[in-house]
């Protein structure tokens, strides 16, 4: 089965191979964001207490859908989705960076990895529209 793969991507257009990659990127994204979400909220309690961490949870998720979506959209509107898309993963791996980098026991931290990772999950938001305009009429696009 897996000797078939190679014919099989020698047949597909460089559009078709963009798109792959497009979807791959997008799909790691989606499947950090569960993880994210299960363990910021217990990192942000034992820090800071469950009450801040609350606070904190809920003030980055309503400054997502009021805030980093519609700017997200407009610049999608703007420049494009595909390079919406790039920003928001981009933004996403800085956000890694600095988890990964700095201690995120200190408030500042925690606020700066916060405010990226929410701003990247809302740049993300766009893809399903840059999928929708690449995608063929046959194919479910428009």
């Given at each position: 089965?897996?000797?078939?793969?190679?014919?099989?991507?020698?047949?597909?257009?460089?559009?078709?191979?963009?798109?792959?990659?497009?979807?791959?990127?997008i799909?790691?994204?989606?499947?950090?964001?569960?993880?994210?979400?299960?363990?910021?909220?217990?990192?942000?309690?034992?820090?800071?207490?469950?009450w801040?961490?609350?606070?904190?949870?809920?003030?980055?998720?309503?400054?997502?859908?009021?805030?980093?979506?519609?700017?997200?959209?407009?610049?999608?509107?703007?420049?494009?989705?595909?390079?919406?898309?790039?920003?928001?993963?981009?933004?996403?791996?800085?956000?890694?960076?600095?988890?990964?980098?700095?201690?995120?026991q200190?408030?500042?931290?925690?606020?700066?990895?916060?405010?990226?990772?929410?701003?990247?999950?809302?740049?993300?938001?766009?893809?399903?529209?840059?999928?929708?305009?690449?995608?063929?009429?046959?194919?479910?696009?428009?």
């Amino acid at each position: 089965m897996l000797y078939r793969i190679p014919k099989l991507l020698s047949r597909w257009s460089a559009h078709h191979k963009n798109y792959v990659q497009y979807i791959i990127a997008i799909g790691l994204s989606v499947f950090a964001s569960p993880i994210i979400y299960a363990i910021l909220p217990i990192i942000a309690a034992a820090a800071y207490g469950e009450w801040r961490a609350g606070i904190l949870i809920s003030g980055f998720g309503f400054a997502q859908a009021f805030l980093f979506d519609p700017i997200a959209g407009s610049l999608a509107d703007k420049i494009g989705s595909r390079r919406t898309v790039l920003i928001g993963l981009a933004l996403g791996i800085c956000a890694g960076l600095v988890w990964i980098t700095f201690s995120i026991q200190h408030l500042s931290t925690l606020l700066a990895f916060s405010f990226l990772l929410f701003l990247s999950y809302g740049f993300r938001g766009t893809a399903e529209s840059y999928v929708l305009k690449t995608s063929k009429k046959d194919e479910g696009g428009l």
